[in-house]
Each structure stands twice: as structure tokens, then as C-alpha cells.
């Protein structure tokens, strides 16, 4: 866990934004924990059965099997995201939405692991983060990578914002 509570609302449907839920293809969500983020993934509109839930925590795992039954949930570690991924994705993924804390890990661990959410996902389609810093979490200068980011958001506690990156 990378907050003291879960991200508020107005910060997880400001994520669920990005995500296209028009499409059929899943949409990988990194750090669950208790559903904030999931929650408005699904009202947003996304289908329950879209969502592929990777949770290292067994305990919110378990959680997370009983709120969202039709969801698929991984008990796995976001950070070697291509191993945890192998044999669970048909086709690749329509959206990551991460609620991860990136900037508590080095700049190489991030790095590596939104090349790996990228290897997961259809061209052009998002990676979605979150970060309370001031700074991008993942370099905006990644070669044929695209960035945008959300305004903050003064509503969360504490204050956020969502970064998005696409590969060109």
C-alpha cells in the first residue's frame, strides 16, 4: 500500500475516464487493494468481466474475489508484470490503470515496468497513473511514448494527479 487511505473518488473516476468503455478488450488494473479505482471503472461502465485485477496482497485478493465475482483477480507482483501476465491475457489489453505507488520505487523499476504494461496492451491504448508528486512519475521523455496529464486534483487527500502514456 503506497496511502494512508484509499484514492478518493473524484481522483479513481478521474482514471476510469481514460478507459475506453466502449471496447470489449480487458483492462488491467495494477494495486487494487480494497476497489476504490475498480469502483469507478464499473460505474464508469466497464464490464466486471473486462476486469483482470493484479493484487499482491492475498488478503485483499480475497476481498476483491468477493466483491467482484466476475472479475478475473491475479495474486501476483505488479513489478514483473510479464511473468504475472503470461497466461492470463488472451489478446492484448484495452487499458492498465495503475494505483501503484511509482514514485517510492526507482526510476529503472518504473521504467521497466510501463515497457512491460505496454508489451500487455493494443497499440495506442493507455496506461493510466496516478502520483501525488509534483513530478511525472515515468519520464515524459520516453522515446515514442505520448503523455497527457489531468489537472489536479485538489479534492483527493492528498492532492493528485493522473498521468497517462501511450506508446506511438
Known amino acids: 500500500m503506497g496511502a494512508v487511505m484509499p484514492s478518493g473518488r473524484v ?21 487494487p487493494g480494497t476497489g476504490a479505482i475498480t469502483n469507478a471503472l464499473i460505474e464508469r461502465g466497464v464490464d466486471q468481466k473486462r476486469l483482470v485485477l493484479v493484487e499482491y496482497n492475498p488478503s ?18 505488479a513489478y514483473t508484470l510479464r511473468e504475472t501476465l503470461w497466461n492470463v491475457l488472451s ?23 510501463v515497457r512491460d504494461a505496454f508489451a500487455a496492451l493494443a497499440p495506442g491504448a493507455p ?14 521523455s520516453l522515446p515514442g511514448v505520448s503523455t497527457e ?11 493528485a494527479r493522473v498521468w497517462v502514456y501511450r506508446k506511438d
Not at 487499458?95 to 515496468?113: D, E, F, N, Y
Not at 496506461?127 to 515524459?140: A, E, G, L, R
Not at 496529464?149 to 492532492?159: H, K
Open 91 to 113: 489478446a492484448p489489453a484495452d487499458a492498465v490503470v495503475s494505483g501503484l505507488p511509482l514514485v517510492t520505487k526507482p526510476i529503472l523499476t518504473r521504467v521497466r515496468l
Open 127 to 140: 496506461f493510466v497513473q496516478f502520483t501525488y508528486s509534483v513530478v511525472p512519475p515515468i519520464p515524459k
Open 149 to 159: 496529464a489531468s489537472e489536479r486534483i485538489w479534492m483527493n487527500l492528498p492532492p
Open 11 to 31: 481522483l479513481a473516476r478521474t482514471m476510469a475516464q481514460y478507459v475506453d468503455i466502449e471496447s470489449a478488450g480487458s483492462v488491467v488494473e495494477l494495486g
Open 60 to 77: 485483499f485478493c480475497a476481498l476483491l474475489r468477493d466483491r467482484y465475482p466476475q472479475a478475473k483477480v491475479v495474486q501476483g507482483d
